[in-house]
């Protein structure tokens, strides 16, 4: 097999009314002969990404003859309902079943009740571009802004970002979120929100979600235009379940024994050629650092 070619078996299901399909590559490794990389991708709607981490196999087998066991089950109840779901991808070799892939964490489903989620508070877009949409909410007693960024890599192929902004301060919570999408980004909608966690003090932790929203296209042609338009496919791409942000917070919550520091009345002050404590931290003219950090995403090429 020629080391530029990748053989892609694709599969088709349904969950509840959410049509899916399941792509599993096969890609020869350069350096090793009869070794491959197996990779998987899920195609929602008009977006494609990448599933799992991609698993290096031996094989003394045609990688054109395959066959793979592609499926999903619900593992439990879940918020928002029909949402969540186990997917495992089994490969049979001459009788024999070897697991390749597995996700207990898949959520995707159409028109999901959003509704349902108790106490969740819902960002609102307030402002897009070509390139850029911002949504505004609530996290407790914050108010905060979330930004998304798209970037062409190349055709069809984009990576999205998404950093938040609260007061003057802010930070990514995820970069190069690779997928291909069949649309213009500009199709593309988010839904955001967040849920308290208990927590002291009050109002300082939340469970943040953030889900990729796409029109939903019927392969039937008996469908109208009008029920296409109202009905879209919705997939959870990142979560957070410790997010840490408040307004007003009052850390004498804590305790009698709480100690709280005083600041210094010579800070802050302005240090140059400063020892760095963290040498993967250490700036130089030759290096440049981002200000806000970052975060792993996920790609078409690798995971999350």
């Not at 489903?109 to 911002?134: E, H, Y």
Request: aromatic residues 10%; neutral net charge; hydrophobic residues 35%.
């Amino acid at each position: 097999m020629d080391t530029q070619e990748t053989v892609v078996y694709t599969y088709n299901l349904q969950v509840g009314c959410a049509p899916l399909q399941f792509s599993v590559f096969v890609e020869p490794e350069a350096d090793q002969p009869n070794h491959y990389t197996l990779s998987l991708s899920m195609k929602a709607g008009h977006v494609e990404r990448a599933l799992c981490t991609p698993v290096s196999l031996r094989l003394s087998i045609d990688p054109r003859r395959l066959d793979f066991s592609v499926f999903v089950f619900p593992p439990r109840t879940c918020l928002p309902a029909d949402c969540l779901y186990n997917l495992r991808v089994w490969l049979q070799t001459a009788g024999i079943d070897h697991r390749i892939f597995s996700d207990n964490d898949l959520w995707v489903g159409r028109d999901p009740d959003f509704r349902s989620v108790g106490d969740a508070t819902f960002a609102v877009l307030r402002n897009a571009t070509q390139d850029m949409l911002i949504y505004q909410g609530m996290v407790g007693r914050a108010h905060v802004s979330f930004i998304i960024r798209w970037k062409l890599v190349e055709v069809g192929l984009y990576s999205l970002s998404l950093e938040y902004e609260a007061g003057g301060a802010g930070r990514t919570l995820f970069e190069d979120y690779y997928m291909r999408l069949e649309c213009e980004p500009q199709v593309v909608t988010f839904m955001i929100y967040a849920v308290p966690v208990t927590s002291t003090p009050t109002g300082a932790s939340h469970r943040l979600r953030f889900w990729l929203r796409t029109p939903f296209v019927s392969q039937s042609p008996a469908s109208s235009a009008v029920s296409q338009s109202e009905s879209y496919i919705y997939q959870r791409i990142w979560k957070s379940d410790d997010f840490k942000i408040g307004a007003g917070l009052n850390f004498d919550a804590l305790g009698s024994k709480l100690v709280m520091g005083i600041r210094d009345p010579d800070s802050p002050r302005i240090e140059r050629d400063l020892p760095c404590l963290n040498p993967s931290r250490r700036r130089s003219s030759r290096t440049l650092t981002n200000a806000i950090g970052s975060s792993s995403g996920n790609s078409l090429t690798h995971n999350r």
